[in-house]
C-alpha cells in the first residue's frame, strides 16, 4: 500500500523560488571580475535569471542541452547556475586551469553549445575557438561597454541579453531526475571523466549541506565559497545558501588574495567559510603579515586535501573552529565532516584535538565502509586500513557517456573513492592516503598525508609532499620535498629529526628536496604525479631506513 503524502519533484528551480519569497531580501555580494563589489538581492537574482532563461530560449536552448562556462564565483555565474537547470539544461562548469588540450576534450566530449565567459578567460578562450565546433555563441560576461575586442567568433554581451528579456519566467515541471550540471574530474591520469549530476541529488545534497553537523547554515550566516565555482559546484554552497536563507558572499577571481578575503569577511559578516588548505595558508599569512583579525567568523570549512594540524591551530587562535571535511566531485561533494561527538567534551584537550585532526564522520545520505583486497568489509576498530567505498543519493553512478572508472562501481552499488582510509569505533573516519600516492616500504604502507601533516608543523616549512620513490632494497621508500617559508632555512637534519616519537620509526623520510616550487594541480592540489615524475630515479644517499 503506498502513503498518500504528495509527491513533489526535488527541483533546483524551487530553491531560488523558496529564497526570493522568503529570503527575498538577502544579499548575494561579488567581488567583480573588473574591480568593485556588486550587490545585489535573492529577488534580484530571481528576476535575472528568469531573463537569463528567456535568453537561453532565445538562442535555441533544448533540454539536455549542455551550457558551458569558464567563470569565477560572482553573482551571473549563480544566475547561470540556476537559468541552466530551471529551464531543463545542463550547466557544464569548466575549470580553467586544466591544460589546453585538456579544455578541448571536456568542451568536445560534453558538446557544449553555447560558452558563457568572464572577460579575463577571453584569451584561453580565442586560443581553443578553432578547436571547439560546438560551440555555437560566446557570451561574455560583463556591460556593453566592457565589451572586449574580440576574435571570438559570434561573441555577444551577457547584460544585453539579459535586458531585451521580461523578468518572470513560467518555470517547466521537470522530473527531478533531469540532469542539471555537468562538473569533469580533473584525472591525474587518462582524460577527464564527466560527473552529471540531477535536480535530486542537488536538492538533497543542499538539504544536508546545512544540517548541524554537517556545515549548520542558517539564515543568521553568511557564507564565503573560497572554493571555485567552477569546482563541484563549490561544494554545494549556492544552493545551500539559498534554500537555508543565509547571504552569500563571493570572492570573484580574488580566492588567493589574502587581503580581499580578510576584507570581506569582516565587511560582510562573514560566518563560515569553505575551501582547500592552501587557499587558507595564503589568509593566514597574510594576517601573519600585515595583522588585523577576521572576529565574524565563526567557522571554517577546510577539505579538498588534507588539513594541516598546524592550520587548525593557527584559525584556533583567531577565534574559528576547523571543520575538516572530505568529498569529491564524484559525491557533489560532501562525504565526511568533522564535528565532535558530545562525549568528547570530557575528554582530556589532547585526545579532543586528535579527534578534530581526522578526516570526521559521516552523515546521513551517506553510506561507507571500508574493504580489503577481496571487497570483504573490515572492522570499524581505528586499526583495519582498506579501500574506500560510498553509496547514497548523490553519489555519481556513472560517469557521463559511460566513459572512465569502468571498474569504480561494484555489483551493489557501491563506489570505490580511490581513497584509502580507517574507521575508528566512534565512526571517525582517517583518510590516509589516495591508493595511487601510497608508499609502499618492503610490502608495508606508509601513509604520505601524515608524513607532510608532520612537515608542516616543523618551523619553516611553507608546504610538503611525501612520495614514493623506488629503492633497491624496500621496493619504495619515502622522500620529502619541501617549499621552506622566505627567509626559513630549517635544514634535512631538522626535519628528519622533527619525526622522532611521531611516526614508526621505518616510516621516517629517507632524505628531503627542496624546491622553490611545489606543482599543484588544476584544483589546487599538490599534483604528486608531477613530482613523482620529476624525482622518478632518485639517486638515494646512503642512509640506511
Ligand atoms: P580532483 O582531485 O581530481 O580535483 P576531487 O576534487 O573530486 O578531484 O578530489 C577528491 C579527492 O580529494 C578525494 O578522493 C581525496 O583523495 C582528496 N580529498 C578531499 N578531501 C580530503 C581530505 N579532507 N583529506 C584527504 N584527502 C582529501
Known amino acids: 500500500m503506498h502513503g498518500l503524502i504528495m509527491e513533489r519533484e526535488l527541483l533546483?528551480?524551487?530553491?531560488?523560488?523558496?529564497?526570493?519569497?522568503?529570503?527575498?531580501?538577502?544579499?548575494?555580494?561579488?567581488?567583480?571580475?573588473?574591480?568593485?563589489?556588486?550587490?545585489?538581492?535573492?529577488?534580484?537574482?530571481?528576476?535575472?535569471?528568469?531573463?537569463?532563461?528567456?535568453?537561453?530560449?532565445?538562442?535555441?536552448?533544448?533540454?539536455?542541452?549542455?551550457?558551458?562556462?569558464?567563470?569565477?564565483?560572482?553573482?551571473?555565474?549563480?544566475?547561470?547556475?540556476?537559468?541552466?537547470?530551471?529551464?531543463?539544461?545542463?550547466?557544464?562548469?569548466?575549470?580553467?586551469?586544466?591544460?589546453?588540450?585538456?579544455?578541448?576534450?571536456?568542451?568536445?566530449?560534453?558538446?557544449?553549445?553555447?560558452?558563457?565567459?568572464?572577460?579575463?578567460?577571453?584569451?584561453?578562450?580565442?586560443?581553443?575557438?578553432?578547436?571547439?565546433?560546438?560551440?555555437?555563441?560566446?557570451?561574455?560576461?560583463?556591460?556593453?561597454?566592457?565589451?572586449?575586442?574580440?576574435?571570438?567568433?559570434?561573441?555577444?554581451?551577457?547584460?544585453?541579453?539579459?535586458?531585451?528579456?521580461?523578468?518572470?519566467?513560467?518555470?517547466?515541471?521537470?522530473?527531478?531526475?533531469?540532469?542539471?550540471?555537468l562538473c569533469y574530474t580533473s584525472g591525474t591520469t587518462g582524460h577527464p571523466k564527466g560527473v552529471l549530476y540531477t535536480h535530486r541529488g542537488i536538492v538533497l545534497h543542499a538539504m544536508a549541506f546545512a544540517w548541524p553537523d554537517s556545515n549548520d547554515l542558517s539564515m543568521r550566516d553568511a557564507i564565503m565559497p573560497v572554493v571555485p565555482m567552477f569546482h563541484v559546484n563549490a561544494w554545494g554552497s549556492p544552493f545551500a545558501a539559498p534554500m537555508h536563507g543565509a547571504k552569500l558572499v563571493l570572492p570573484g577571481p580574488r580566492m588567493l588574495d589574502g587581503h580581499v578575503l580578510q576584507s570581506l569577511i569582516n565587511d560582510e559578516g562573514v560566518t563560515i567559510a569553505m575551501g582547500v588548505p592552501t587557499i587558507w595558508m595564503a589568509l593566514m599569512q597574510h594576517l601573519r603579515d600585515k595583522g588585523g583579525d577576521i572576529k565574524p567568523m565563526n567557522r571554517v570549512i577546510i577539505g579538498g586535501s588534507a588539513?594541516?594540524?598546524?592550520?587548525?591551530?593557527?584559525?584556533?587562535?583567531?577565534?574559528?573552529?576547523?571543520?575538516?571535511?572530505?568529498?569529491?566531485?564524484?559525491?557533489?561533494?560532501?562525504?565526511?565532516?568533522?564535528?565532535?561527538?558530545?562525549?568528547?567534551?570530557?575528554?582530556?584537550?589532547?585526545?579532543?584535538?586528535?579527534?578534530?585532526?581526522?578526516?570526521?564522520?559521516?552523515?546521513?545520505?551517506?553510506?561507507?565502509?571500508?574493504?580489503?583486497?577481496?571487497?570483504?568489509?573490515?572492522?570499524?576498530?581505528?586499526?583495519?586500513?582498506?579501500?574506500?567505498?560510498?553509496?547514497?543519493?548523490?553519489?555519481?553512478?556513472?560517469?557521463?557517456?559511460?566513459?572512465?572508472?569502468?571498474?569504480?562501481?561494484?555489483?551493489?552499488?557501491?563506489?570505490?573513492?580511490?581513497?584509502?582510509?580507517?574507521?575508528?569505533?566512534?565512526?571517525?573516519?582517517?583518510?590516509?592516503?589516495?591508493?595511487?600516492?601510497?608508499?609502499?616500504?618492503?610490502?608495508?604502507?606508509?601513509?604520505s598525508i601524515e608524513l607532510e601533516n608532520i612537515a608542516v608543523g616543523c618551523e619553516g616549512v611553507a608546504e610538503a609532499a611525501a612520495i614514493a620513490v623506488e629503492h633497491p632494497k624496500w621496493g619504495e621508500r619515502p622522500l620529502l620535498v619541501v617549499r621552506r617559508e622566505d627567509d626559513a632555512q630549517v635544514d634535512e637534519a631538522t626535519l628528519l629529526a622533527w619525526y622522532e616519537d611521531k611516526v614508526p620509526h621505518w616510516w621516517i623520510p629517507d632524505a628531503v628536496e627542496f624546491v622553490d616550487e611545489i606543482p599543484h594541480t588544476a584544483t589546487g592540489k599538490i599534483s604528486k604525479l608531477a613530482l613523482r615524475e620529476r624525482f622518478a630515479g632518485y639517486r638515494w644517499k646512503l642512509r640506511e631506513a
Not at 49 to 54: E, G, I, V
Not at 98 to 104: A, E, G, M, T
Not at 364 to 384: C, H, R, S, T, Y
Request: glycine share 10%.
Open 12 to 181: 533546483i528551480t524551487d530553491i531560488l523560488q523558496h529564497a526570493r519569497r522568503n529570503h527575498p531580501d538577502v544579499e548575494i555580494v561579488s567581488e567583480t571580475v573588473g574591480g568593485g563589489r556588486h550587490r545585489h538581492t535573492y529577488a534580484d537574482a530571481f528576476e535575472r535569471t528568469c531573463r537569463l532563461a528567456h535568453a537561453l530560449d532565445r538562442l535555441g536552448a533544448k533540454r539536455g542541452d549542455r551550457v558551458g562556462t569558464l567563470a569565477w564565483n560572482t553573482h551571473r555565474h549563480f544566475e547561470l547556475y540556476f537559468a541552466t537547470a530551471g529551464g531543463g539544461t545542463v550547466c557544464h562548469t569548466i575549470n580553467p586551469r586544466l591544460f589546453p588540450d585538456q579544455l578541448v576534450y571536456i568542451v568536445n566530449h560534453a558538446e557544449d553549445r553555447w560558452l558563457f565567459l568572464d572577460t579575463s578567460f577571453v584569451g584561453l578562450a580565442e586560443s581553443l575557438a578553432p578547436r571547439l565546433p560546438s560551440i555555437e555563441a560566446y557570451v561574455i560576461l560583463c556591460d556593453r561597454d566592457d565589451m572586449p575586442d574580440t576574435s571570438l567568433p559570434n561573441a555577444l554581451c551577457y547584460e544585453e541579453l539579459l535586458a531585451a528579456e521580461p523578468d518572470d519566467y513560467d518555470w517547466p515541471a521537470l522530473d527531478e531526475r533531469t540532469a542539471s550540471g
Open 307 to 447: 588539513c594541516p594540524v598546524a592550520l587548525m591551530d593557527a584559525f584556533r587562535a583567531y577565534g574559528v573552529q576547523v571543520r575538516h571535511a572530505w568529498g569529491m566531485t564524484e559525491m557533489s561533494p560532501l562525504g565526511i565532516i568533522n564535528t565532535p561527538r558530545p562525549e568528547f567534551a570530557d575528554w582530556p584537550e589532547k585526545r579532543q584535538r586528535a579527534m578534530d585532526a581526522k578526516t570526521g564522520h559521516g552523515f546521513f545520505g551517506v553510506q561507507m565502509k571500508i574493504v580489503d583486497d577481496d571487497d570483504n568489509e573490515l572492522p570499524w576498530d581505528g586499526e583495519a586500513v582498506g579501500a574506500l567505498k560510498v553509496r547514497g543519493p548523490w553519489v555519481c553512478r556513472a560517469y557521463y557517456r559511460g566513459e572512465g572508472g569502468d571498474d569504480a562501481h561494484d555489483d551493489n552499488g557501491w563506489f570505490n573513492t580511490g581513497d584509502v582510509a580507517s574507521i575508528d569505533e566512534y565512526g571517525f573516519v582517517q583518510i590516509t592516503d589516495r591508493n595511487k600516492d601510497m608508499i609502499k616500504s618492503g610490502g608495508e604502507w606508509i601513509g
